[in-house]
């Protein structure tokens, strides 16, 4: 049943929204990425969706598996005593963390979001094992706005996996928010795996406390047109953020992501590695902002993202920026963008191993950086499974589109 503050928040939302409208190219943290396809849709939601069997699943490795097709639950597996985890209606008390009054599509969550996680970790309990969030996308012209809300008490320790699968032309707006309080531990993956004729949005707020130490993990190889969004507070003393990216597309995809990690108080660290692989006519975006706050003194931060192109046509914008108002601290950002090396290739090739083969090991080295530091080997398998499942469409069309 809708609260009264619930549905004072979806009003002020969707006013919000009205005054926003869709994102453009005008606005400087879209500039390389038009809304346009997703806007002129006529969306409509799916009130009652069955459950749907999907490979994604990891009930039975996961101590808890929630299921939600087209935004909705359809299934619980496992133990949900885990210190709160549980599905929810719209977190109302927490909406304050992600932004949905500068941001469009937060707010657009914020209207319709009816059905998510609420996973509250009480002070000193450490889950053993980890959390799987399961979304199922069905269906031309549905959209989903699930709403998944963590909450870590003081000392605790949690791991959580979000993974977003499907089949047909539907649109995902996703919104996660993280509070570490202080001292716990959290570990977050979000595994992007949409059909390749979907639309995703995904926003991660985080906000950390004194000695909190949060680890996010991004993984974006399905989707038409997507952007992910991550966005930090380091809002306590000492607290230390860890986030990994990697996005891999090829044909027509369009793979945005944007990160902001806001350096709020002292002694606190914060280190980005987002990895990109771009074939065909993808593009790739990645756009990362760390700001340091004047009262934040002994700051580190190390920003850096690295991408790799298979073919001539792909294109990849990267832009890492620092925005420091305080002089003691240690900072570092930096971008790469390259080919596969040919000597590797031609060593590879000479040691009797096909070109595609040869190209496949490579990549595979390239993305395995981000890959092998996943502490879920689960995780790992299915993302490593879906790398090489891509891998064979893309390079006979890679050959052809450079020769």
């Known amino acids: ?82 210190g709160g985890a549980a599905s929810t209606a719209f977190p109302s008390d927490l909406a304050s963390i992600a932004d949905w009054e500068r941001n469009a599509l937060v707010a657009l969550n914020a209207m319709h979001t009816h059905d998510g996680a609420r996973i509250d970790i009480a002070a000193n309990a450490v889950v053993e094992g980890f959390i799987h969030l399961l979304f199922i996308g069905h269906g031309d012209g549905i959209w989903s706005h699930p709403r998944n809300v963590i909450v870590a008490g003081r000392g605790s320790q949690v791991t959580v ?149 298979l073919s001539e046509s792909a294109v990849v914008d990267s832009r890492p920026n620092l925005e420091i108002h305080n002089d003691d601290v240690k900072c570092s950002h930096g971008s790469t963008i390259g080919q596969l090396d040919e000597e590797a290739l031609f060593y590879l090739r000479s040691r009797g191993i096909s070109e595609e083969e040869a190209r496949g090991l490579m990549i595979y080295a390239f993305t395995s950086e981000i890959v092998d530091r996943m502490k879920i080997e689960p995780v790992a398998e299915q993302i490593r499974g879906a790398l090489f499942r891509s891998m064979p469409e893309r390079l006979p069309e890679r050959r052809g589109t450079n020769r």
């Open 161 to 309: 996996v979000e993974t977003y699968v499907g089949s047909g032309k539907y649109f995902t707006n996703a919104v996660t928010e993280i509070v570490a309080g202080d001292g716990a531990v959290v570990d977050h993956y979000r595994v992007q795996c949409e059909s390749l004729d979907a639309f995703h949005y995904g926003h991660v707020a985080i906000r950390q406390e004194r000695g909190s130490n949060v680890t996010s993990r991004g993984i974006s190889i399905g989707g038409s047109l997507v952007r992910n969004e991550v966005s930090v507070a380091l809002a306590g003393e000492g607290a230390s953020v860890t986030l990994d990216g990697l996005f891999a597309g090829t044909g027509e995809q369009h793979l945005d992501n944007r990160t902001v990690v806001d350096h709020v108080k002292p002694h606190c660290e914060s280190t980005q590695l987002y990895k990109g692989v771009l074939d065909q006519r993808a593009r790739g975006i990645f756009d990362g902002r760390i700001i340091v706050r004047p009262d934040a003194q002994k700051t580190n931060s190390r920003q850096e993202n690295r991408n790799l192109l």
């Open 1 to 82: 049943m809708t609260t009264a503050v619930e549905q004072s928040l979806r009003e002020k939302a969707a006013q919000r929204f009205t005054q926003l409208g869709w994102p453009t190219p005008r606005l400087e943290e879209w500039k390389y990425t038009n809304f346009a396809p997703v806007a002129k849709v006529e969306w409509r939601s799916e009130e009652t969706p069955q459950p749907i069997e999907s490979t994604a699943t990891l009930s039975g490795r996961a101590v808890l598996e929630l299921q939600f097709v087209n935004g909705r639950l359809t299934g619980s597996f496992g133990d949900e005593t885990l």
